[in-house]
């Protein structure tokens, strides 16, 4: 017999999965030099979009399509704003992010609570027969297993392939990479379109798959794109540290709705937003370290423990792409 | 883009080529949302007609609009503050909520006292000042000594705001018997904002706003204070070298937009809901972040912009009623009207030959 | 490759940057090009090598016109240019820099790149770790990387702008062995610089242009007088040194180390008495920029103490030093040295308030306009910043040091300004010298430093070298210490 733990930890891969992926596209957006701040507005409208069309077309494939396709327009009009226009990408991404879900809220609400089509778990012959690992890995939708493909995926381009090696030195210094004659303009739209796409996929995987229906704004979904964002900082723009960064972050939320029923005094609703103080939490974290106060309080301890405190700090910080949103003029 | 428009000079003597560009994108705007709401399988003119009736139809109405604009030119009044200063102060909406905290938390410890009403009134005003400032005190501290980003800090903060209000709710303030999304028990009569006689607006509300949106102005157009903020908004660096004191500025600007934001909260406990519910924010917060945006950060534009965002939501009521659409359509064209403008500021500045000396292209 | 530049104009804003400038240059050649800062000889290279797009003019190729979208254009006709910063990727690795552009196919073969890197390397006799960090490299290795990355590219015209800056002595003889070879294998190479000794040593011919005007050509045997004359317009005059009359001690530091992630600098020990200027050398990264920061009390050090006029500064805010009287003046005007978008006015009030809490916008403007006048700035009260001249900017930004002062740190006064603008600037510092303030000034420079300066420090990696009296000092001694040479330990 499985225990009860494993299929509880079977579903906080469920539950990541969606994250994963959208943090990957954000990842690989802002190496690029492109924040889309409109996540959380566009992870909404996709994953309505997306419902929708699975519901009309009794697709989960078009689905799908449809979703990504939403999410790589929101992009579009992020790098457009800020690239051709040269907008402040702060402005347009929140505005984005608003329209996103007024207009998923909007166009949503004749889709609320019907019953759709949801992705079916994908058990992998003779592996979903291993003890513990096989509840827990192999008998997962494809959503989770298309989380680690493209973890992998993004790993691999970004540090083994040419093309990879132009996205993280457009992050890192525009100028220099558009003296070796790369189109930085038109790089930064490339990959600022596919984080957008894959942010949509996520959309439509967090509703096709996790929750299993569109419900508006009790969706539980309002939110997530801000921590999909935290994250990527936190993964210091790294696919898989950010990956570990989302499943850390999945698991403490399911510990916290494990303890819930001791706490009877608490009510439900509480229990919703843990992941938001923990953002706040991750981000002090990774800051904590640049701060000066910081320093100069290490600077009081002995030795030993400075040096210790000083080298857990440094892990945790992380330097953005030294490109990260900012303008750069071709001529 | 607001450095943009401070540079050209050039565009200024201008004015109707600006006015058409921004002309044009307001029809842009309406003919996106004309498409989604053929997308909804809705009749667009219809709801249009539906809309300008909902907000302008009676008397009544209008005086309902009225009662929306004057918190929401509130919020955006505060916001000017931090926009001027180059903070993102998403958090507006979590410092909304903590202000009626606040405000419920001094009537109800309150009422049973027999103090006159509008003692109790003015204390829960001030209290709701406090608790708003206190919110927006938190994101600063969070980003003037640990570097957090206003934006995340604001955000984490609002969705905390939320789950407070909902502890409440359910929890310590649960009305006696049951404890549901209708929020607490609401408060005797005598502790009510005083409303016109029939309406629903408040002339304390408009009082309220009207000196808001005054002593921003004074502060912004005329002040050292204000010079400052704007100085600390469009070069950070230089403008701590020159000697301000940018992070207790930014302090200072954040607590200022707080104890706005928590005065219009205090309002919406005392003059519109009496009682703390959910919602109370009614997504001013973020509706006035947009009304700033799309008024340029200027002041005066902002009266007006409000003014008719505020009849855009009361349409929507309408729209609600009698075509059955959701209410989210004015969000839907608000955020429209934004986007499409900010485009058309874009294109205006980049297919025009300007002035602009080229910035090196590498620091 | 013989190239040909004809009638080139560029403007940026109201700035003309290039008026009409020709240039010829032979295949197989070293060719100088010649000129002080602000001479437009860095404008015209990114021209040719597609970083800029002229206004007016062409270029023609072997003969052939063509146009150049950007820089990949220009290296898909084999035009490559060495920056005088060089423009890599400092946080990657050397082989992910040679690789970054010559690398085709998906898949990134290091086995392979490594190989001809070291290859390259070793025809050259250049000794670089291809894993090591670009950032913890000297500037020199960083230019023989990206001399090495061009070559692998395959470009036939190779373009070096001031190449020398911030090189050691051997490494300078290598370079120039490198560029001699290149030439004889028929390479195109151009040579941008503003040292005369450089075009006598290496260049067979040299083009010379002034405030964006093209000044004439030579070719060997060189005149450096006539040169000169080309260059400047006259032959200068060296002012007359006023031997200066320390008074008291400003600023004094003890044991001074401090640093950030990638250089420590110290220890230093200094005193700058009142009516001094102190010069800072050293090549870009070396610890001077960070002592100013640290005397400014923008940067707090490690150890030791900074005191102003006897008073124990250390670990004090930005604003005690401000109100100690010191004032610091950095290099990048509209990054960190004034507000853009803002008026002139709107500056001078923030740095003088009138009144009270409410400004009185007409006595603002009348004050202002007094500044304006004082200062020779050319601008009126509502003139934003940013639609300032350099020259200009810089004059605003001495305007707006705020009375009294008493430790004036300024980092590249004169960069990028005209002769006359730099002289205005010189005088305006001799000034404020002589009213009791202190200087400390940091330029690249060095006949600047040895024509204005009272003493003079050198900085190498963050070694600081005792203060030397410029008097006795030539420009060869100065260059060799900051290439490194005649250091302690």
């Known amino acids: 017999m499985t225990p009860e733990w494993i299929f509880g930890l079977a579903g906080v891969l469920v539950a990541a999965a969606p994250l994963v992926i959208a943090v990957v596209g954000e990842t690989l957006s802002e190496r690029a030099g492109v924040v889309n701040l409109s996540l959380n507005g566009a992870m909404l409208l996709a994953a309505m979009v997306g419902f929708a069309a699975a519901v009309q077309t009794g697709s989960l494939e078009l689905g799908f399509l449809a979703a990504t396709m939403i999410g790589a327009l929101m992009a579009l009009v992020v790098a457009f704003a800020s690239l051709t226009l040269r907008q402040s990408q702060v402005a347009v991404g929140l505005v984005l992010a608003l329209l996103g879900r007024d207009l998923a809220y909007f166009l949503g609400s004749p889709f609320m609570n019907i019953p759709g089509p949801r992705v079916g778990p994908l058990p992998i012959p003779v592996l979903k027969d291993l003890p513990i690992l096989g509840p827990l890995l192999f008998q997962q939708t494809p959503t989770v297993y298309i989380s680690v493909l493209v973890v992998v995926a993004a790993w691999i381009w970004m540090f083994r392939t040419r093309p990879g090696l132009v996205l993280r030195c457009v992050g890192e210094r525009p100028s220099a990479a558009f003296g070796r004659g790369v189109p930085v303009t038109r790089v930064r739209y490339g990959y600022a379109v596919l984080g957008g796409a894959l942010v949509g996929f996520a959309g439509a995987a967090y509703i096709l798959d996790f929750k299993g229906g569109w419900q508006g704004p009790i969706s539980g979904m309002d939110g997530i794109g801000w921590i999909v964002l935290a994250i990527t900082i936190f993964g210091g723009w790294h696919p898989v540290r950010g990956a570990f960064g989302v499943l850390l972050f999945a698991l403490l939320q399911w510990l916290s709705l494990v303890v819930q029923p001791s706490l009877p005094g608490i009510p439900p609703q509480v229990f919703y937003v843990v992941p938001f103080p923990l953002m706040i939490f991750a981000l002090l974290l990774t800051n904590l370290g640049n701060a000066e106060w910081v320093q100069m309080a290490l600077s009081r301890l002995p030795e030993s423990r400075r040096r210790l405190a000083f080298r857990i700090l440094h892990s945790l910080r992380v330097s953005p792409p030294a490109g990260l949103g900012m303008a750069f003029k071709e001529e | ?363 | 490759m013989r190239v040909e530049m004809r009638h080139i104009y560029k403007s940026f804003g109201p700035v003309r940057a290039l008026q009409d400038v020709s240039l010829t240059v032979e295949a197989g050649t070293i060719h100088g090009l010649l000129g002080e800062n602000g001479a437009g000889k860095t404008t015209l290279m990114k021209i040719l090598s597609g970083y800029l797009r002229p206004d007016r003019g062409e270029i023609l190729l072997n003969g052939e016109p063509v146009r150049f979208a950007s820089p990949a254009d220009g290296l898909r006709y084999g035009i490559g240019m060495l920056h005088q910063d060089p423009l890599d990727f400092p946080t990657m690795s050397v082989l992910d820099n040679f690789m970054m552009g010559c690398e085709n196919g998906f898949w990134l073969d290091r086995q392979r790149a490594r190989r001809a890197l070291q290859e390259l390397a070793r025809l050259f006799g250049f000794d670089l770790d291809p894993e090591a960090r670009v950032d913890r490299m000297t500037v020199g290795e960083r230019q023989q990387l990206e001399l090495l990355r061009l070559l692998r590219q395959g470009i036939r015209v190779l373009i070096l702008d001031e190449p020398t800056t911030g090189i050691s002595a051997p490494q300078r003889a290598q370079l120039f062995d490198t560029l001699r070879r290149l030439a004889r294998e028929g390479k195109t190479v151009i040579f941008v610089t503003h040292k005369l000794e450089e075009i006598e040593e290496l260049c067979h011919r040299v083009t010379v242009l002034r405030q964006g005007r093209l000044a004439g050509e030579a070719a060997p045997p060189y005149s450096p007088r006539r040169l000169i004359e080309m260059m400047f317009g006259r032959s200068l005059s060296k002012p007359e040194r006023r031997p200066a009359l320390p008074g008291e001690p400003v600023l004094q530091i003890q044991n001074l180390i401090a640093g950030d992630y990638r250089l420590r600098l110290g220890r230093v020990n200094l005193t700058v008495r009142s009516g001094e200027i102190i010069g800072l050398a050293g090549m870009e990264g070396s610890g001077q920029h960070l002592l100013m920061r640290v005397c400014a009390g923008l940067i707090r050090p490690w150890e030791g103490c900074i005191c102003v006029r006897g008073r124990d500064l250390t670990g004090k805010p930005y604003c005690a030093f401000l109100d100690a009287g010191v004032l610091f003046v950095p290099a990048n005007r509209l990054e960190e040295g004034l507000i853009s978008g803002l008026t002139l006015t709107e500056h001078f009030q923030l740095v003088y308030p009138t009144g009270g809490y409410l400004i009185n916008w007409e006595r603002a403007r009348a004050e202002a306009q007094r500044r304006i006048q004082e200062f020779n700035i050319r601008g009126e009260p509502e003139t934003m910043v940013e639609a300032l001249s350099g020259g200009n900017q810089q004059r605003a930004m001495l305007a707006l040091i705020r009375k009294p002062v008493h430790l004036l740190l300024l980092e590249h006064p004169t960069r990028g300004l005209d002769v006359e603008s730099s002289m205005w600037i010189w005088q305006q510092l001799k000034e404020q010298a002589q009213q009791g303030a202190a200087l400390m000034v940091i330029s690249s420079d060095l006949q600047e430093l040895l024509e204005y300066c009272d003493r003079i420090i050198v900085f190498f990696g963050g070694q600081v070298s005792e203060p030397m009296n410029a008097e006795e000092l030539t420009t060869d001694q100065l260059a060799q210490m900051i290439a490194g040479y005649g250091w302690r330990g």
């Not at chain 2, 303030?173 to 502790?191: C, D, N, Q, V, Y």
């Open chain 2, 1 to 363: 883009m607001r450095c943009k428009e401070a540079l050209l000079p050039h565009i200024r003597s201008s004015r109707w080529i600006e006015f058409g560009i921004q002309s044009l994108s307001v029809l842009m705007a309406l003919l996106f949302t004309t498409l989604v709401l053929v997308m909804a399988g809705a009749p667009p003119l219809e709801a249009y007609r539906q809309m300008l009736e909902g907000a302008f139809g009676s008397l009544k109405r209008m005086t309902d609009v009225l009662a929306t604009w004057a918190p929401l030119i509130m919020v955006t009044s505060g916001l000017l503050l931090t926009f001027t200063a180059g903070l993102w102060n998403v958090g507006v909406e979590g410092q909304i909520m903590l202000g009626a905290i606040a405000a419920t938390g001094v009537i109800r410890a309150l009422q049973e006292t027999g103090l006159p009403p509008f003692v109790i009134l003015i204390l829960a005003m001030v209290a709701g000042m406090a608790g708003g400032a206190a919110w927006a005190g938190l994101v600063g501290l969070l980003k003037i000594y640990t570097g957090i980003h206003e934006i995340f800090g604001g955000l984490g903060l609002n969705f905390l705001a939320t789950t407070l209000i909902l502890w409440l709710i359910f929890g310590p303030w649960k009305r006696p018997g049951i404890a549901s999304m209708s929020g607490t028990e609401p408060f005797p009569e005598h502790l009510w904002l005083p409303v016109l006689p029939g309406l629903r607006l408040s002339p304390w509300t408009l009082i309220l706003a009207l000196s808001s949106i005054v002593v921003v102005y004074v502060l912004l157009m005329n002040t050292h204070f204000g010079l400052r903020l704007k100085a600390i908004g469009k070069n950070i660096r230089a403008a701590h070298r020159l000697g301000v004191p940018t992070s207790r500025y930014m302090f200072l600007a954040l607590l200022g937009c707080g104890a706005i934001a928590g005065l219009v909260g205090a309002l919406q406990v005392t003059a519109t809901y009496h009682r703390l519910i959910h919602a109370i924010s009614s997504g001013y917060g973020y509706m006035g972040l947009l009304v700033g945006m799309l008024a340029n950060y200027r002041v005066l534009w902002s009266v007006l912009v409000a003014f008719f965002f505020a009849a855009l939501n009361i349409g929507g009521i309408q729209l609600m009623v009698t075509l059955r659409l959701d209410s989210t359509l004015s969000g839907v064209m608000q955020g429209a009207l934004v986007l499409f403008v900010l485009l058309a500021q874009g294109s205006q500045a980049r297919w025009k030959p300007t002035l602009i000396p080229e910035s090196r292209d590498d620091a």
